[in-house]
C-alpha cells in the first residue's frame, strides 16, 4: 500500500537578528536601498525596480535568483531609520509573505538589525514546509552575516 501524505497549508515565522558595529544611518542607508539586494543577500543576481518609486511604501522590486528564479515584492509599510515591511507576490510557494526588516541603535556605533517573517504555505507536506521554513532561517543568516562584513569594513 502506498502511503499518502497529507498536503495541507501551514503557517510559520523566521526571525533572525544580527549585531553590526556600525552607525544606525549606515545601516539604514544599505538596507532601505531596496534595489541594492545583490551586494548582499545570497544568491541574488539582480533586483530592478518594477515602480517608479525608489523609497517608501509603494515601491515594487523583482529578484532574480542564480538560479533564474524570480520573486516580486512590494514595501507595505516604511518608517524611515527604523523598519520597512514588503509582501512577496510571486515566485515562493506560499500564499502569504510578510517580512520586516527592523533596526534598533544599541549604541552610536552598535546598531541590532532584525529579520523576520510570516508565512503560510501553499499545499505541501508537513516535512516540506518545516524544510523550507529551515531553509528560509539559513538565508536570513547567511545574508545577514554577509551585510555585517559588508558595513564593519
Known amino acids: 500500500m ?50 517608479k518609486k525608489k523609497i517608501d511604501v509603494g515601491v515594487i522590486r523583482l529578484i532574480t535568483f542564480g538560479d533564474g528564479s524570480k520573486i516580486e515584492e512590494h514595501v507595505v509599510a516604511w518608517k524611515k531609520g527604523e523598519y520597512f515591511t514588503y509582501i512577496a507576490t510571486e515566485g515562493l510557494p506560499l500564499r502569504a509573505y510578510v517580512a520586516t526588516i527592523s533596526i534598533n541603535a544599541k549604541s552610536k556605533n552598535t546598531v541590532e538589525l532584525t529579520w523576520q517573517s510570516y508565512l503560510n ?33
Open 2 to 51: 502506498i502511503k499518502t501524505v497529507k498536503k495541507s497549508f501551514h503557517t510559520g515565522s523566521v526571525k533572525k537578528t544580527i549585531l553590526i558595529k556600525a552607525s544606525k544611518d549606515k545601516v539604514w542607508r544599505k538596507i532601505s536601498n531596496i534595489a541594492g539586494l545583490p551586494t548582499w543577500v545570497v544568491d541574488v543576481k539582480k533586483t530592478v525596480y518594477l515602480s
Open 121 to 153: 504555505s501553499k499545499k505541501m507536506s508537513e516535512k516540506q514546509f518545516l524544510e523550507f521554513l529551515a531553509f528560509m532561517g539559513s538565508f536570513y543568516e547567511a545574508s545577514l552575516e554577509n551585510l555585517k562584513v559588508l558595513l564593519e569594513k
